[in-house]
């Protein structure tokens, strides 16, 4: 089994940042991509950016030139920085890692989510 614990949400003012961490444990197995996804209230889930273990990164449209995606392998954690924030960044931000046991078996798990408020 794998946990995700996600912190760092909260409120913030448009235009401000906010830094999200998740750390993952349990059997984590070295291929591997972790991310964040979000929802918002009457949206469907959405991709906002995912990293592998070698560093390659994808990020959601809506986001990309705002926000970073990085990670410590050694410690199983990924962190976002969310910056220029706006309203319509309000959501629900749940972490993701996708586990590759091999070409044709992976499995998902997701944190249990972390509020990001974006308001004045």
């Known amino acids: 089994q794998v946990q995700l614990v996600e912190s760092g949400g909260g409120v913030v003012q448009p235009g401000g940042s906010l830094r999200l961490s998740c750390v993952a444990s349990g059997n984590i197995v070295s291929s591997n991509v972790m991310g964040w996804y979000r929802q918002a209230p009457g949206k469907e889930r959405e991709l906002v950016a995912t990293?592998?273990?070698?560093?390659?990164?994808n990020y959601g449209d809506s986001v990309k030139g705002r926000f970073a995606i990085s990670r410590d392998n050694a410690k199983n954690a990924v962190t976002l920085q969310m910056n220029s924030l706006k309203a319509e960044d309000t959501a629900n931000y749940y972490c993701n890692v996708e586990l590759f046991y091999n070409v044709l078996a992976r499995k998902a798990y997701w944190g249990q989510g972390t509020q990001v408020i974006v308001s004045s």
């Open positions: 990293i592998t273990t070698g560093g390659t990164t």
